[in-house]
């Protein structure tokens, strides 16, 4: 299924964010666009549609679907919150673009998980890699490990194929000491996306979405096998990491960093 202009056509949620801004602008010369957000975007440019919706909405999903050959899911919450909010936005949300893109025949999903289904892990025990026991850090962690288990049922039961991409820390360049182990540079972010979206027989996939640092706690085997060869490695600006640092060198002891202590938390223990 193709566009007018023969471009393949994908939809990107949580094209607001910043992920989805940087996405964006990766993907739009290579697929017809259709852009949804509940908040406001820039307007639409050549090949691109854009959508105001809440991936609350159901019936919204179903018609940003129509005729899509692959969604890419980048809404939701991207930190601890009240867990309903968690739950609304992440689980729910998740479910919904599911359910939207089974019931169009979309062909690819590509999901926004995060490193957090495993954040109590200890740093000591790399390199863990997809096949590691989930170990959420919070209520976030948990409803990316519920998205990973939505998308294996929507493989499973229904055939749509889904890559679970457990992103690190995305940005322009590393901030603080973690970092070093868990960036995602922009342009290797875009790249996992477009590999995920290209790659043949991909079924169900989850993999780890960082660049290639040289002081990564996770394996990056299952996105090597998409053909991801990252073009970034934080190690590039650890002496830049290390000063603005000063005494503060210390990367705790769990891969999730601040996102496991219980104040993470605490502060979102009210439900609604
Ligand atoms: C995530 O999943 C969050 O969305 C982001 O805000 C960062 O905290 C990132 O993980 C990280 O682990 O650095």
């Not at 910043?18 to 908040?39: C, E, N, T």
């Not at 307007?43 to 959508?51: M, S, T, Y």
């Not at 998205?147 to 194929?161: H, I, N, P, V």
């Not at 090597?224 to 005494?247: I, M, R």
């Amino acid at each position: 299924m193709s566009n007018g202009d023969g471009l393949r056509r994908v939809l990107i949620t949580g094209a607001a964010g910043s992920i989805g801004r940087v996405v964006r602008a990766g993907l739009r010369d290579h697929y017809a666009l259709r852009l949804l957000d509940r908040a406001a975007q820039e307007p639409a440019g050549d090949g691109e549609e854009v959508i105001t919706a809440d991936i609350g909405d159901l019936d919204a999903l179903v018609d940003a679907c129509e005729g899509v050959d692959g969604v890419v899911h980048l809404a939701g919450i991207p930190a601890e919150d009240r867990f309903s909010a968690i739950a609304e936005a992440n689980i729910t949300g998740t479910a919904h673009v599911l359910e939207a893109a089974r019931r169009q025949g979309v062909g690819r999903a590509v999901l926004a998980s995060s490193n957090h289904v495993t954040g109590f892990h200890p740093i000591s025990a790399q390199r863990i890699g997809p096949d590691a026991e989930p170990r959420p850090d919070t209520f976030y962690g948990v409803s990316k490990l519920a998205l990973e288990g939505l998308g294996c049922l929507y493989a499973e039961k229904f055939g749509l194929e889904v890559a679970c991409l457990r992103i690190g820390s995305f940005g322009e360049r590393p901030h603080g000491v973690r970092s070093l182990s868990t960036w995602l540079s922009h342009r290797d972010a875009v790249q996992l996306v477009v590999r995920c979206l290209e790659a043949p027989d991909l079924g169900f996939t989850i993999l780890y979405g960082i660049s290639g640092n040289s002081r990564a706690w996770w394996d990056l085997s299952a996105a090597h096998a998409l053909g991801y060869e990252p073009q970034d490695d934080a190690e590039a600006y650890a002496q830049e990491v290390l000063a603005d640092a000063g005494a503060d060198v210390d990367p705790g002891v769990y891969q999730g960093g601040s996102f496991t202590d219980v104040q993470t938390t605490l502060e979102h223990v009210e439900y609604d």
